[in-house]
């Protein structure tokens, strides 16, 4: 794993995560600038820069915990949808969203934006108690199945 990868050192420990789940080769773990609450992002813990240079069974896997998620964020948070996408924009380790879609728009191209000359900024990061409390809520859920 490289030294200085933000999410390499986050599957080493070395920077506190609210982890809602770790086993030998993935971590998923709270995005600290959620787009909604429960927002999670799950890291192969191996270091892969894309998607795309991950064994296809490492991706299954964060695939099925995705999955697994997804249904309880479902439940959680009432909404209908729960979106996952593999991205690697602000950080250059494969790793997934997994996030509770109250609006069309909370995980969307921005080909679907007619406006062009947009700002964008990262949400707020919610206080670390919240965070700790969602972590723990969505951490018995995951783990009482």
Do not use: W
Request: aromatic share 6%; hydrophobic share 40%.
């Amino acid at each position: 794993m490289p030294d200085n990868c933000l999410f390499c050192r986050i599957a080493r420990h070395e920077i506190p995560a609210h982890i809602i789940h770790e086993d030998d080769r993935l971590m998923a773990f709270l995005d600290i600038q959620p787009v909604r609450p429960g927002h999670t992002l799950i890291i192969p813990k191996q270091h892969y820069p894309y998607y795309e240079d991950m064994p296809a069974d490492l991706a299954g896997h964060i695939l099925n915990l995705g999955q697994k998620l997804g249904r309880h964020m479902k439940r959680l948070y009432g909404v209908e949808r729960v979106g996952f996408a593999f991205t690697g924009i602000h950080v250059a380790h494969a790793h997934a969203h997994v996030i509770p879609m109250h609006h069309t728009q909370d995980l969307t191209s921005t080909q679907y934006i007619e406006q062009q000359d947009l700002t964008f900024k990262m949400p707020p990061q919610p206080p670390q108690e919240a965070l700790a409390a969602t972590a723990e809520q969505l951490r018995g859920e995951l783990h009482a199945s």
